[in-house]
């Protein structure tokens, strides 16, 4: 029996942490149009720790932030994977929340 904290991957992002909103992660149109929101995503994550899917849950009310919430994801976080009983790496997946807030 595989325990359920076993699973569990750790998030560890390369790059820009997700609260570092700039203007070059905003879809053009959003930004000009002053558009923000929170994007519910299920990503599924490799053995090797990438990001090798994503599922939009809930979603922004705006098919571009939705969009640009799984691209920005697929392309630039990285985890720890989850490991099986015997401490080998395993597919698995992690729930998360995208905030799109207008940069200052």
Not at 20 to 36: F, I, S, V
């Amino acid at each position: 029996m595989i325990r359920a904290w076993l699973l569990a991957p750790i998030l560890a992002f390369v790059g820009q942490a997700l609260s570092a909103q700039t203007p070059e992660d905003y879809p053009l149109d959003a930004l000009r149009e002053g558009r923000q929101g929170t994007t519910s995503l299920r990503l599924a994550v490799a053995k090797d720790g990438s990001v090798k899917g994503c599922l939009i849950l809930e979603s922004s009310g705006h098919v571009d932030l939705d969009a640009a919430s799984c691209e920005r994801m697929i392309r630039r976080a990285r985890f720890k994977p989850a490991n099986d009983q015997n401490g080998a790496p395993i597919d698995s997946t992690y729930d998360m929340r995208f905030v799109w807030k207008i940069p200052q």
